[in-house]
């Protein structure tokens, strides 16, 4: 290794043998997910791997999980913020609505 270039390339091969790694010690069960993994572009970081992996069987536990528990959905909307403008709702149209396409109006 001579150049600056060389040590930029090493690197790369040293974090693209981490991901590999990772990726091989996980349960078979996830293939599906590693193979995203392995497909981003440009090749992902470990940090961005594990990320990825995390959010798909975060994912994957909230659809499996009971209704009446809601534990683990809690700790997953702990990060998201309250403010009114940023969480969609679901509302009816009204007259003068900008939303109003006048489907609704004789519904009520």
């Given at each position: 290794m001579v150049c600056a270039t060389d040590i930029k390339k090493y690197n790369l091969t040293i974090q693209e043998d981490r991901v590999y790694l990772f990726l091989d010690g996980l349960d078979d069960l996830i293939d599906n997910v590693c193979a995203?993994?392995?497909?981003?572009?440009?090749?992902?970081?470990?940090?961005?791997?594990?990320?990825r992996v995390r959010r798909e069987e975060l994912r994957h536990a909230v659809m499996l999980s009971n209704p009446d528990s809601t534990h683990v959905a809690a700790m997953i909307?702990?990060?998201?913020?309250?403010?009114?403008?940023?969480?969609?709702?679901?509302?009816?149209?009204?007259?003068?609505n900008s939303f109003d396409d006048g489907r609704n109006r004789n519904a009520q």
């Open positions: 995203d993994v392995l497909q981003m572009q440009p090749f992902p970081t470990i940090e961005q791997a594990y990320a909307l702990k990060g998201v913020q309250t403010d009114s403008r940023l969480i969609p709702t679901l509302q009816l149209s009204k007259p003068g």
